[in-house]
């Protein structure tokens, strides 16, 4: 499978512990997104990469989350201290270009539940 | 701050009618407005997409409009199928930012 590929799907913790996610985007793609995507909205942003700068966080990234795409391909995003608040679908997408230039592909998504 | 709305948020229609899912965006800088489709427990996939400088786009069943004067894009499906039931995103984008809608969750009832 050559799309974008999140690992891993489902998460389970416990409140107070760290989670990592981890994606691995189409391979000629320089570009990498982060949204989150609770149940009954859209994809909110969260963060996007070019090669492995970090271009853009949202306001809504609290100092609990990182992102990390140290090489230029794969990423990784980090939740310290999760927060039941945080339980949500963490998706990931790449594109070749600018997001204005055509499709984002997105991954199947890591599902959190923070108990 | 940029925001994009949608209408509906469900929407059920007969198998063989037609949906129209309606979107507004408050950025100005938008120039691509790309639609995507997420069916249940699915990644989300474009199915359509249009430019600022083109009113209309149709691809078989599936057409957008796009307004920019007042900020409007609409999805129009025809000859609506069970397999076209999904959540449908909207999506306004300016170079590299892009905002999504609410999403409409469209049945289609065979």
Avoid at chain 2, 22 to 44: H, I, M, V
């Amino acid at each position: 499978d050559t799309g974008v590929s999140q690992d891993p799907r489902h998460k389970i913790t416990k409140r107070g512990q760290n989670v990592t996610f981890r994606c691995d985007p189409i391979s000629e793609h320089n570009r990498l997104y982060w949204y989150r995507q609770t149940l009954g909205q859209g994809p909110e942003f969260l963060t996007y990469f070019q090669n492995e700068a970090q271009l853009e966080k949202s306001r809504l990234l609290s100092d609990r989350f990182s992102a990390e795409r140290p090489k230029g391909s794969f990423s990784t995003l980090e939740i310290q201290r999760t927060e039941q608040g945080d339980s949500a679908m963490y998706l990931c997408a790449s594109s070749l270009g600018v997001a204005g230039d055509g499709e984002l592909f997105f991954g199947e998504g890591s599902r959190l539940t923070v108990l | 701050g940029e925001n994009v709305e949608q209408h509906p948020s469900t929407l059920s229609v007969q198998e063989g009618d037609s949906a129209v899912i309606k979107c507004t965006y408050s950025d100005s800088a938008s120039n691509y407005f790309p639609w995507y489709k997420q069916e249940l427990g699915k990644r989300p996939q474009l199915i359509i997409d249009i430019r600022s400088n083109v009113g209309e786009k149709k691809d078989q069943r599936i057409a957008v409009t796009l307004n920019k004067t007042a900020k409007h894009f609409s999805l129009h499906i025809t000859e609506t199928q069970p397999e076209d039931s999904a959540v449908y995103f909207c999506a306004a984008v300016g170079y590299d930012k892009v905002i999504f809608g609410p999403g409409t969750s469209l049945s289609v009832i065979p």
